[in-house]
């Protein structure tokens, strides 16, 4: 069966997340499954590089499907598009791939965004796209904490009790922060990369880099959280509306010309 990639785009908010529920329960796996159903009637089930939250959006989410009719890759991204309506999942391309590519576990890195807005007026046109404080943050001083959790680690402190993954221990390649106006305050973005995260680990560091930057935390409290390997160590996890999958990176890109 011809194996293909599809790199999607979707606003979170409405969903349960990524993954199947159970049912009446929406996802962004369950509608595009039943568009792929419209194309090829039967059973499918497709696989992701993440497994994003409810109410987390995806701008670079990867997944592979098997279909029987070997698809014209515009044509197939096409027609799930029209069948996707009105959900807010867009199929941004669809590619052919060998049989051995897998979504999830043949990626190399995985990268989110975090945005976080800091004004006294209520958000509007962000509204579910951001998480909203009150006042401004410190951005040298949020910089500093993260420093301590680059590089390998245990992230034991910083992720979900209900975490499946075996191993506490991951790698951080990156934490980048940096803040610019917008009307009425600042808006704080927050990108990291790595192969892989646990559950909840993005929304555990950057609601306590939040604590840091309201001036709640020193910096080196977030080292002295990382070493305590203690859930109960953890700044608090901030709202997942802010929090966007942003890319995923593969040996070698599937959607390349």
């Given at each position: 069966m011809p194996r293909f990639a599809l790199l999607i785009d979707y606003d979170g908010t409405p969903f349960n997340g990524w993954q199947r529920q159970a049912a009446g329960q929406p996802s962004v796996q369950?509608?595009?499954?039943?568009?792929?159903?419209r194309l090829e009637?039967?059973?499918?089930?497709?696989?992701?590089?993440?497994?994003?939250?409810?109410?987390?959006?995806?701008?670079?989410?990867?997944?592979?499907?098997d279909l029987a009719r070997d698809w014209d890759p515009f044509r197939l991204s096409e027609a799930l598009n029209h069948h996707l309506k009105p959900a807010p999942v867009a199929i941004l391309r669809a590619a052919?791939?060998?049989a051995e590519f897998h979504a999830r576990f043949?990626?190399?890195e995985r990268r989110y965004l975090f945005r976080l807005v800091a004004r006294r007026a209520p958000v509007t046109h962000d509204r579910g796209r951001v998480w909203q404080v009150l006042n401004p943050l410190d951005v040298a001083a949020m910089r500093e904490g993260a420093a301590h959790l680059i590089g390998l680690h245990d992230f034991t402190t910083f992720r979900s009790t209900m975490c499946q993954s075996k191993s506490p221990v991951k790698t951080l390649d990156e934490i980048t922060i940096t803040g610019s106006p917008v009307p009425g305050g600042m808006e704080y973005r927050f990108t990291l990369r790595a192969r892989s995260f646990l559950h909840n680990q993005v929304r555990s560091i950057v609601g306590t880099l939040e604590r840091?930057?309201?001036?709640?935390?020193?910096?080196?409290?977030?080292?002295?959280?990382?070493?305590?390997?203690?859930?109960?160590?953890?700044?608090?996890v901030c709202p997942p509306q802010g929090l966007y999958l942003t890319g995923?990176?593969?040996?070698?890109?599937?959607?390349?010309?």
């Open positions: 369950a509608a595009i499954e039943a568009a792929l159903a009637p039967g059973e499918h089930t497709i696989a992701a590089a993440g497994r994003t939250d409810a109410g987390v959006h995806a701008t670079g989410q990867v997944a592979h499907c052919r791939v060998d043949s990626a190399l840091v930057g309201a001036g709640s935390w020193a910096p080196d409290d977030v080292r002295l959280a990382l070493e305590a390997r203690d859930r109960a160590a953890c700044g608090p995923v990176s593969y040996p070698e890109d599937p959607f390349a010309p």
